[in-house]
Every structure is written in C-alpha cells, then in structure tokens.
C-alpha cells in the first residue's frame, strides 16, 4: 500500500521495512526471523499452558520474573524494582514516544548520536524536540566535556548502535554519567541490541546509579528471539530522573500482555542455558556469509569489522545505495539504505546498505548473492 | 509501586486500574477478564498450530483475514484497503497517540465528548491540544451548528461512549459528518465498545464517507475477549483526511505480531458463530446482577439505563465517590471513581463510580456486596 506513492529519498526506514514485509529475501528490517531453535520450539509447543499460567498468576509476579529473566541474561544485576519500577512496553519505540513526550516537557533539545535508526530522530523531532548531532568518534574517545552540549537536556546514546554496533564500555558510561551528572543533563541509552554483544553484559544501571546522573534506558526483547514479535519494550529510569515518565506511561497503557510476559520469562530462561551462546553463533554465521559472499565484489568494505549485532553495514565503494536499491528491489530484495540513518547529514550514508542477519541462513545466502549480482554489474 | 505515593484526587483512570490488578476484586478496568467460552477454549488449545500459521503465511494476509473478520462482526461491510488502509497498532491507546501527534501538526484544539475515559484528554493534552468540552445531550439531540466550535480542528466522539454508554446512531452521525464537512473539521471516532453493542453495529465508515468529510476511526479488539490483553487497535482514516498519520504510525511501529492478528481472527469467527451472541447476555447479566444487588440501597440509581457496554455507572445517591472509593479500597475491592471522566468538570462526576462488568460473576458478585455494604454503612 506504501509502496505505490513510497519515495526512496523521502522514505523513512520503517516504510522501506514495510515494502519488504511479504517479501521471501527480506533483509530489511532487524527484527528476529530466523527459525525457531528445539529448546525454543518446545516453549512453543506448550503455549496453552503457558496462557493458562498467565491467566491465573498475579501480573506483578509474572512482571517481576519477566524482568529478572531478562535483566540478568544482559548481564544486569541491578535494575528499578522500588519507588520507579521499570515499566514494560508494547515496544520499545513506544517506551521511545513515552519518554520523548516526557522530556519535551522540560527540555527542548536533545543531543543524538549519529547516525542511528531514524525512527529514534523522527519521535523526539516529531514532540517538538530540536536534535543536536552526536559523533560517534567523540563519543567513544577523547576529551568528553564538548560532547555533552551545554544547552540540550537530555543525551540520547544507542549502545550497541544500529547499525554501526558500536558499544560504550563500561568506563566510557560511567565518564559520560560523570560528564552528564556535572552538566545536570539527562543521560538516555537505548540498548535495544545488547542481548548480541556480551562486552555490553555489564551492570549498566549500577555505573548509572553509581554517578548520581539522571538517567532513562529503554530495552527491548524484540531483537533476539523469532516469537512473531510478541515482545516488550522496557523503560527504566533513575528516582531521581525529573521527568513525568509514569504518569506518560499510564495516559498509553496499563500494562502489557502477562501472556507475553510469561513468554519472555520462558525464551530468557532457554537462553540463559545454551540459547544466547547459540544465538551469537548464529549471527556470527550469518556475518561471515555475508562478507565472503561479498569478498571479492570490487570496491566493498565492511566498515564494522568489530560488530556482533544482528545487521551488518555493506560500503559499496563509490555506488550509490540508491541505485542498488532500487536494483535489488526489482529483483524482490529488500535492505536497508544507510542514508536515512546520518539523520544529520543523509550523505554520509549514500554508499552504504544495510543488511539484517537475523534470518534463515538459506534465505540470507540468496539474498547476499542477488546484491552480489547487482554489485558486479554496477 | 504506584500505591505507595499515589493520592486519589490527582491519580488518572490508569493509575486506579493499575492498584487493582492485583486484586481478586478488581471492577477497576474495562479489559476482558471474564472466563474463557469453550470456543475461546479451543482456539487457546491450538496456539501453536496458530503460531505455525502465523509464522508461514504472509504478513499482508493475516492482516487482511484479521481485519475483515473483526470489521464484519462489528457491522462493517466497508474498510479502507486502497492507498490509505486500516493501520494496526499495538493498542487503541497507541493509535490514539498517534492521531493526536497528527492533528497537532495542523491545528490547536479539539471539540471532545464529556464526559469519557480520561486517557483521551489527557493524551490530547498532553501533546499540546486545547480542549473543548462536548456534552452528550447536544450531541445526541437538537442543533448541530453550535456542537461543532468555529475554532477547532477535530470533533472527537466516543460511541458507544464510556462511561455512558450512549451510541451515536446512524441518522445522528450522518447529521454530524455533514456538519464536520461544512466547516472544514476532522471528525475522530473512538468506538472501542462497539461490540457489546448491536445498535453501534452499522456501516459507520459507508455513512463517514457518504458526507465527504475527513474522518478518523480508532477500534479496538481488546475489550470483548479474554485474551490476555492480546490484542489490537485499529486506526482507519479517509483518504481525504490531510493528517501525516501514516508517517507518525511508522515512526511508533512496522506492524503488529502476527500472531495476534491470527488469534483476531479466530476469535472473531467464533464470535460471528453464536459468541457475541453469548457475550451479549454474558454481560447482560452482569449488569443484572449489579441492579438487583444494589436495588434497596436508599438514594443509588443508575443513570445508564439503556447501556449495553461492558461497564456500569453507580449513582451514589449524594455519598462522595471518594469515600465509597476509599472504604471499598479498604476492603480491597477496586472500582472507579468517575470524578476523572468528567475531564472538564470533575465535579460533575464525584458523586459516582463505574463498575467493570466483564468479570467472572463469582467475582463480580463478591465486589458488589462489598460495595452494598460500603454504601449501607455511609
């Protein structure tokens, strides 16, 4: 429906996805589409009882164990169960749009790392927010007291980023929550991708807690696991955060699902066994199919030779991501532009695609080899 | 969490619910938490069949599937498909949040029905809309001209309405369609309830478009079947409705799981079988059972006698609603206080409370005498 009037410049990200929805050679969209590994599918395989289960425990109980599930598979020990006890999302763009329209009432820019998915830009533009680039070189080294501007209210860190995967160690968020801390600004991380890269399986709430900074973290269970995006998105945020979050929250939804809490409890159970190191194998398989089915295409890169997230950056040295897009599309491929990503300048990305690895190695093979087909002849 | 800090005369709606979902006795919120039908039960029993399909069969598909098995229950013969099709949200809540992220790009105030469920001014509100209040006897009789303000940009319309009840009948919604065209505004639905109601079961968007006038309709699954809070909200508008809302929905999401929209289809052939039928006189009954329980009760009367909707207004008879909450609250009983549906004019309400009907009768019986014992004894 998008597609009839849908124009690749003016296009967002998420109406690209869209297009390629139907489509058997989707590497578009980063959602979880590979299949269903044996200890997932036996959850599966009991989901009425697991709706009976959800139909008679109290939901907070089934929200406690929801996010202790999860929160310890990432690595966090510590997280809000007090007077600010994390919230769960439909998504974790909704947790987005939440604490966009929290912080517009308090602030009125925003410093964003650059690039990242644009629907992250488009939400705090879209409140009325005015959005201050940040650079992923100065965020990760040197000195920090020029990243964090002196008029914005608020910095807003993907960690891993999407679609770079770059990841903030551990010292870097504790010099950043200093910095933030100092400057008494709001220090926001969206760690949507952190359950593929275990050098982000610390305790970041407890460096956060530890700084004294106002801080907000959104995850997301939707990532990892093909569950047909039944999922969270969580929003956690410091006592001390300033900003009406809970009573925003409580004007979109009264909760979510139990029913899919207790599915995110069953699937960060199995993952908490075998599946997560299963998971990143996985994806590391999918990255090397990629890469040596492109290897010797004249001019490609990778310019993310470290990353562990689950969609991998493809430089196509000197083409335009326009014209293999629009290649690729009429052989029913869809990726991702990386333009839309440089939401503060749309150039940077004009030679880079992006290609999400969370899918059917079969279906990723074929892929890759169309784009490598169209790479030669371009 | 909320409990501890929360104070009865500044909480929202959502904020009440949420201290009662814990509670055997919670009358609190309009979701669905009456038991399973047999019906129901079997499709629960083939979850992971329905999980297979939905893994399999193309997204567009069951979207499709789900839409026109939900529309047609409702009395819908006619749905956008073509360039502007029904957009499936997360929840009614989110496309809320999205039409009112859209209709702030282009005007600054709304005509809204008072009273209703606090969550729509307070979304409305909370993205910078000014508000006018719109009260239901001169929107269900008389003169049209001056129930449509000269300055805003949006009449908005809870039908059936909630608390109320009150449907908006096909002669009446054409007359106001028509007024909404002459003046240039948009008119928004919100017809969350309608499936409890046969009367609201007409071809709202034939009479919507019938007027050339630009339109929304928000609907929502999530009120007729216990389901766990599966679910989806459905936002439909004209093609001639000049809002950015397709663009906004993109930025919140890509699509819902399409497992639910599978179980919205099953669940909505059940109900086109006998089950909306059977739920009809589910929750007639219910409203039965809160008539007679309360029928002695000197001075209580219940000012919707011709209400079909899955909740219940308590005329208090000149006790405060905020004492009856209160002593109710003691007991652990929850219902609500309809002081904050009353958004214009809270007063207005203090001397009521909503009772959900869509409750085990068990349950609901046992809330009720408590309430008859609250009410005896103030």
């Known amino acids: 429906m998008i597609e009839s009037t849908l124009r690749l410049s003016t296009a967002n990200l998420t109406e690209l996805e869209h297009l390629a929805l139907n489509s058997e050679l989707n590497v578009a969209d980063g959602h979880a589409r590979q299949q269903l590994s044996e200890g997932q599918q036996r ?3 009991e989901l009425p009882t697991l709706f009976e289960k959800a139909a008679v425990q109290p939901v907070a109980d089934l929200e406690r164990d929801a996010h202790r599930a999860f929160f310890h598979l990432m690595g966090q020990q510590s997280y809000p169960i007090g007077p600010n006890p994390v919230l769960s999302c439909y998504a974790s ?3 987005m749009e ?4 929290s912080l517009v ?4 820019a925003v410093a964003l790392i650059h690039p990242t998915f644009d629907n992250i830009p488009d939400i705090l533009r879209g409140v009325g927010l005015r959005l201050v680039p940040l650079e992923e070189d100065p965020l990760h080294a040197g000195d920090l007291s020029s990243v964090v501007p002196p ?3 608020c910095i807003f860190v993907t960690t891993p980023n999407n679609p770079t995967g770059r990841v903030l160690t551990r010292e870097r968020l504790a010099e950043l929550a200093a910095e933030c801390r100092r400057k008494d600004v709001v220090l926001a991380l969206d760690t ?3 359950g593929f890269d275990t050098r982000s399986h610390y305790d970041h709430y407890a460096v956060l807690e530890a700084s004294g900074c106002r801080w907000v973290v959104i995850e997301d269970t939707g990532k990892l696991w093909p569950t047909l995006d039944l999922k969270v ?9 300033g900003l009406p979050i809970p009573k925003i929250y409580s004007d979109i939804l009264l909760g979510v699902s139990p029913f899919i809490l207790a599915l995110v409890e069953r699937f960060a159970e199995d993952a908490a066994g075998d599946g997560l190191a299963d998971l990143h194998a996985f994806v590391a398989e999918s990255r090397r199919i990629v890469r040596t089915t492109l290897a010797d295409v004249p001019g490609v890169s990778f310019p ?3 990353s562990r997230v689950s969609v991998e950056r493809v430089d196509l040295g000197g083409r335009r991501c326009a014209d293999v897009w629009s290649a690729l599309h009429e052989r029913q491929v869809y990726a991702l532009p990386c333009t839309q990503f440089h939401w503060a300048d749309p150039s940077l990305g004009d030679r880079s695609l992006r290609i999400a690895l969370a899918r059917p190695h079969t279906s990723l093979r074929a892929a890759v080899r169309e784009l490598r087909a169209v790479l030669l002849a371009h």
Chains 1, 2 share one sequence.
């Open 151 to 153: 008029d914005v209210g």
């Open 105 to 108: 009432t308090k602030t009125d």
């Open 304 to 306: 993310d030779p470290d």
């Open 43 to 45: 959850i599966i395989d």
């Open 233 to 241: 998105g969580l929003l956690a945020y410091s006592e001390n955060v």
């Open 93 to 95: 763009s909704v947790a």
């Open 192 to 194: 949507s991708f952190r």
């Open 98 to 101: 939440i604490l966009a329209r």
